[in-house]
């Protein structure tokens, strides 16, 4: 989500859904919360073969919004919205500038 849509300034309940991510309706083919989020922005959307001409641009992007996100590093995450993937990230964006 991050790579398309900057989550600063966005209110407590849609940080809710995107973080319970439930099932839009109860129908087992439902897309979920955040895939039906980044279907509306990008207006075409395969969770199982994405393209990746719509996110790889934009890695340093979401790397800087989740960084932005992540109030305390030190934080236990088991009940947040982030992941701190944006740090496995920022290290292959390093060895890859390095090689």
């Known amino acids: 989500m991050l790579h ?3 989550l600063s300034g966005v209110s407590r309940a849609y940080k809710d ?6 099932r839009i309706s109860r129908a087992k083919s439902a897309r ?10 990008l ?5 199982s073969n994405p393209d990746t001409s719509k996110f790889l641009p934009y ?12 109030e305390n590093q030190n934080d236990d995450l088991l ?4 992941t ?4 496995l990230a920022q290290s ?3 060895l890859r500038n390095i090689n």
């Open 4 to 6: 398309i849509r900057s």
């Open 17 to 22: 859904n995107l973080f319970k991510n439930k």
């Open 32 to 41: 979920k919360f955040i895939e039906n989020e980044i279907l509306e922005i």
């Open 43 to 47: 207006e075409s959307y395969n969770k």
């Open 59 to 70: 890695v340093e992007k979401a790397i800087e919004r989740a960084e932005e996100l992540d």
């Open 79 to 82: 009940h947040k919205l982030e």
């Open 84 to 87: 701190r993937v944006y740090k």
């Open 92 to 94: 292959i964006l390093k």
